[in-house]
Nanobody
Framework: QLKLVESGGGLVQPGGSLRLSCTAS????????AGWFRQAPGKERECVAS????????YIPNSALGRFAISRDNDKYSIYLQMNNIQPEDTAVYYC??????????????????WGQGTQVTVSS
């Protein structure tokens, strides 16, 4: 398993933008598919973006399509989530995730091998 550390969460106004970062502990990170999940109180954990091990392919579900973008820099063992036009329903704890490259698009939690500790994103005016 990888150790994943997120950063960049916080309080943002509706319509604003936020960029989350996640850095892995190992130079093998480039061998893993990776992604971002979120979990709001009382709701199931859901994928909001994922990226293949090489970064050539990305997956964005309908709930985030057109607003969220994912990228990675394997030289820095990192992935990023750019969130634009953030809305109150985006309030949740956001988790970085990694899994086997063959599990891409890594869209369900049971495919994830490694989780970060989570970072809170709160959308409020």
């Amino acid at each position: 398993q990888l150790k994943l550390v997120e950063s960049g969460g916080g309080l943002v106004q509706p319509g604003g933008s936020l960029r989350l970062s996640c850095t892995a502990s190992s130079d093998t990170f480039g061998n893993y598919a990776a992604g971002w999940f979120r979990q709001a109180p009382g709701k199931e954990r859901e994928c909001v973006a994922s990226i293949s091990s090489s970064g050539a392919s990305t997956y964005i579900p309908n709930s985030a399509l057109g607003r969220f973008a994912i990228s990675r820099d394997n030289d820095k063992y990192s992935i990023y989530l750019q969130m634009n036009n953030i809305q109150p329903e985006d309030t949740a704890v956001y988790y970085c995730a990694a899994g086997r490259s063959s599990y891409y698009p890594l869209e369900i939690p049971r495919l994830v091998d490694s989780w970060g500790q989570g970072t809170q994103v709160t959308v409020s005016s």
